[in-house]
Nanobody, 117 residues
Framework: QVQLVESGGGLVQAGGSLRLSCAAS????????MYWYRQAPGKQRELVAE???????NYADTVKGRFTISRINAKNTVYLQMNSLTPEDTAVYYC???????????WGQGTQVTVSS
């Protein structure tokens, strides 16, 4: 059974930082591409950052230079370091995993990030 469990969300003031974690089980983590998405109230879910099994990264333009995605395969965990947070970053953040050659994408339950002005 695949499980992705996010943690690290919370309330932070604008300009602050948070680090999200996503612990995976039930997958061969080192082979999976990993993703962070977010969904703000009334908006569609959007891709924030991705890291391939090989370690290549990609970011949404809105977070480039502020957010960093990383992974530690030995811990089956992917991270999202978020700096210089703004109220526009307020959303539920979701972790996702997918093998590059498979259509199935697995999702976590999400963690709330709220940035106050």
């Amino acid at each position: 059974q695949v499980q992705l469990v996010e943690s690290g969300g919370g309330l932070v003031q604008a300009g602050g930082s948070l680090r999200l974690s996503c612990a995976a089980s039930g997958i061969i983590f080192s082979l999976d591409d990993m993703y962070w998405y977010r969904q703000a109230p009334g908006k569609q879910r959007e891709l924030v950052a991705e890291i391939t099994s090989g370690g290549s990264t990609n970011y949404a333009d809105t977070v480039k230079g502020r957010f960093t995605i990383s992974r530690i395969n030995a811990k089956n965990t992917v991270y999202l370091q978020m700096n210089s947070l703004t109220p526009e970053d307020t959303a539920v953040y979701y972790c996702a995993a997918q093998l590059p050659t498979f259509p199935q994408r697995y999702w976590g339950q999400g963690t709330q990030v709220t940035v106050s002005s």
